[in-house]
């Protein structure tokens, strides 16, 4: 199967610095990647649609000026979240849809818990 | 907003079947029932899909009774491993780039 990886796996940072996550796809190429958030005991919450060479589409409530999002090839997507704090602390999750398959499978990252001292 | 309703928590003996139910009343006949599971700090992962048909795999079965308004999904033999949050979600054939919506899922307690 498809695999999309994600670095770092966990990342603690201070406040007020910004934090870069990765998102590949590593056997297949990705138009689209989608950005997801989430917290303890709570379900996955999309944030934004990253699409190779055009800005992303981010969900309502969810700031685009502090989560920097970036798709410059069709393997890779990165999340900049910017002056982090610690309600930014949260488990961040890729996720990819190979642009070859006509079934628009969607394909996970391992995820990156982020934590803001 | 997730179409799908399931119950929080569910739990199942090593060794014998599990079977998650979902109740999707409103599905449309274009949409398709998937079904993911997350492991606890793990991106969620895929574990199959069905359309009308009764569907299997090498992970699970999924059964869509014939009004396709609810489904179940079988782990036939269950294991401590296969504990986690099962996630059923609709979505349409034609979905395009349309990113799943994820609700509140089944959360699946494997007890030895």
Redesign the interface.
Known sequence: GAVVSQHPSWVICKSGTSVKIECRSLDFQATTMFWYRQFPKQSLMLMATSNEGSKATYEQGVEKDKFLINHASLTLSTLTVTSAHPEDSSFYICSARDSGESYNEQFFGPGTRLTVL | DAKTTQPTSMDCAEGRAANLPCNHSTISGNEYVYW?R?IH??????IIHGLKNNETNEMASLIITEDRKSSTLILPHATLRDTAVY?CIVRPTN???T???????TRLSVIA
């Open positions: 993911y997350q700090s793990q991106g969620p992962q895929y996630y979905s395009g780039n990113p799943l919506v994820f609700g509140k899922g």
